[in-house]
C-alpha cells in the first residue's frame, strides 16, 4: 500500500512570510495528491489538489509542485495570516484501494 | 445541504462496552469513509465503503466493524471497546471523478475508552 511521509511536523512563521510543507510518498502508481486543512475541532477540509499530469497548481495564496519522478509534493502558502494557522495534512491517492492515505500533519503558527 | 454529519460528537465507554457511531451524508456520495485521528499519526482508514451494500477494510480495521445498509449512511461499531480505541474519530464522504477523490469531513466524534 500507500506509504507517505510530511515534514515538518510543527512550523512556526511571522505574518506576511512565506510556508512550506513537503511530502514523499511511495506508490509511483499514484496519481491524486490532495491537501487538507483542520482547525480546532473541526474536521479536515479540502485546500487544494493536484493531478500527476500537472508539475504545479495555485490558488490565489496556495500553490502545490508535484516532482513525480522523485516522488514528493509541496505546499505554498505566501503572505500568510493568522488565519491560516491550522494542521495540514497531505494525502496520497492508494490506488488500490481508491482511498487516501495521509501523511501525519504539520501544526502551522503565524505569529502576529 | 448538512453535507457530513457524525453522532454522537463525544462519548465516554468503559473498557468491554460496546458503541455504534453514525455517519450520514446527503450529497449522494458513492463513497464513504471512517478514520481515526491520534496525535503525531494523522488521520488512519480503519474501514470504507465503495457503494450501498459494500465495505472493505482500511489500514487499521482490527476492533472495528462497518455496515452500509443504505447509500446515504455508513455505520462504524465498537463490539467491545479498549482503552486503545481512544481516540477522535472521522467520516468522510466522496466522489470520484477520474484520478480524483475528493472528500468531505464529518466534525468528528471524540472517543475515550476507560
Known amino acids: 500500500g500507500e506509504n507517505v511521509e510530511q515534514h515538518p511536523s510543527t512550523l512556526s512563521v511571522q505574518e506576511g512570510d512565506s510556508a512550506v510543507i513537503k511530502c514523499t510518498y511511495s506508490?509511483?502508481?499514484?496519481?491524486?495528491f490532495p491537501w487538507y486543512k483542520q482547525e480546532l475541532g473541526k474536521g479536515p477540509q479540502l485546500i487544494i489538489d493536484?493531478?500527476?499530469?500537472?508539475g504545479e497548481k495555485k490558488d490565489q495564496r496556495i500553490a502545490v509542485t508535484l516532482n513525480k519522478t522523485a516522488k514528493h509534493f509541496s505546499l505554498h502558502i505566501t503572505e500568510t495570516q493568522p488565519e491560516d494557522s491550522a494542521v495540514y495534512f497531505c494525502?496520497?491517492?492508494?490506488?488500490?484501494?481508491?482511498?487516501?492515505?495521509f501523511g501525519s500533519g504539520t501544526r502551522l503558527q503565524v505569529q502576529p | 445541504n448538512a453535507g457530513v454529519t457524525q453522532t454522537p460528537k463525544f462519548r465516554v465507554l468503559k473498557t468491554g462496552q460496546s458503541m455504534t457511531l453514525l455517519c450520514a451524508q446527503d450529497?449522494?456520495?458513492?463513497?464513504m469513509y471512517w478514520y481515526r485521528q491520534d496525535p503525531g499519526m494523522g488521520l488512519r482508514l480503519i474501514h470504507y465503503?465503495?457503494?450501498?451494500?459494500?465495505?472493505a477494510k482500511g489500514e487499521v480495521p482490527d476492533g472495528y466493524n462497518v455496515s452500509r445498509l443504505k447509500k446515504q449512511n455508513f455505520l462504524l461499531g465498537l463490539e467491545s471497546a479498549a482503552p486503545s480505541q481512544t481516540s477522535v474519530y472521522f467520516c468522510?464522504?466522496?466522489?470520484?471523478?477520474?484520478?480524483?477523490?475528493?472528500?468531505?469531513f464529518g466534525a468528528g466524534t471524540r472517543l475515550s475508552v476507560l
Open positions: 468522510a464522504s466522496s466522489y470520484s471523478q477520474g484520478s480524483m477523490n475528493i472528500q468531505y
Open positions: 506508490d509511483s502508481a499514484s496519481n491524486y
Open positions: 493536484i493531478r500527476s499530469n500537472v
Open positions: 494525502a496520497a491517492m492508494d490506488t488500490g484501494r481508491r482511498a487516501l492515505t
Open positions: 450529497m449522494n456520495h458513492e463513497y
Open positions: 465503503s465503495v457503494g450501498e451494500g459494500t465495505t
